[in-house]
């Protein structure tokens, strides 16, 4: 399918296939917010961090302002701020914050991504665009050859793991419950809610608990 992860990005960056989302990746650029005038990337976000770890951090999509305005996913945006500040917390992350590409944060053993690479309107892409952008993820997630776990945030990240399994023939018969693992094969599935500002302004997700959480998983990793 791709050479290696360098070629599908190359690939990635310049991919169409879901017209609404292609034209919605340019429209938010235009939007009157405190980015207004920025210029933006407006283009597929690809997956950032080691690609050779042991750790997978799945999200759903490229926020707006964040991945879609600076090209680095969970960069620049609310979720990004929580989300890198508890890894840096429990230490997965060289700082505390994610602001822009040249900014110099890198990811101890881990590499992220999401679902789709392309901001879908409102946060919800469709069952389309989601498996549009699935042999992305998948070639991701195939050349993870050190992959031991996977932190899945949010019910639609898991349901895309869970195609993942299905396609390489393994059931994965779990519901998605926040807050718990079990694993598959030789890898851990963790499950949390996504870190959104909705998600965190009504304390669904609280951040203590999550770094709690993301310490597990790096004692796991450390076994
Ligand atoms: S969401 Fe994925 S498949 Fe759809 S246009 Fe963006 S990169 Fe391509």
């Known amino acids: 399918m791709f050479r290696d992860l360098e070629e599908m990005n190359e690939i990635l960056i310049k991919c169409e296939k879901c ?3 292609v034209k919605f ?3 938010v650029a235009k939007r009157k917010n405190r980015f207004f005038g920025e210029e933006y990337w407006s283009k597929p976000v ?3 961090g080691d690609h050779n770890g042991n750790l997978l951090i799945l999200g759903l999509a490229p926020a707006a302002t964040g991945g879609n305005r600076t090209g680095r996913i969970f ?3 609310k979720s990004a701020e929580f989300l890198v500040s ?3 917390e429990a230490g997965f992350t060289n700082k505390s914050t994610s602001l822009r590409k040249d900014d110099g944060l890198f990811y101890y053993n881990t590499y992220v991504t999401a679902v789709v690479k392309c901001v879908p309107p409102n946060d919800k892409p469709t069952r389309e665009e989601i498996e549009n952008c699935f042999p992305y993820l998948e070639f991701e997630i195939d050349s993870m050859k050190n992959l031991r776990a996977v932190l899945v945030l949010g019910r639609i990240a ?3 793991l869970k195609m993942y399994y299905r396609k390489k023939g393994v059931a994965m018969e779990r519901d998605f419950v926040s807050g718990e693992f079990f694993n598959i094969n030789n890898v851990r599935i963790y499950m949390h809610y ?3 500002p909705r998600n965190v ?5 609280n951040k203590e608990e999550f770094v709690n959480f993301l310490k597990k998983i790096r004692e796991y990793l450390s076994e």
């Open 46 to 48: 690809p997956g950032y």
């Open 19 to 21: 017209p609404r989302l």
């Open 86 to 88: 508890c890894l840096y």
């Open 201 to 205: 302004n009504t304390g669904r997700v």
């Open 25 to 27: 990746r340019v429209e």
């Open 75 to 77: 960069t620049g945006d």
């Open 158 to 160: 898991f349901q895309s």
């Open 194 to 196: 996504h870190p959104s």
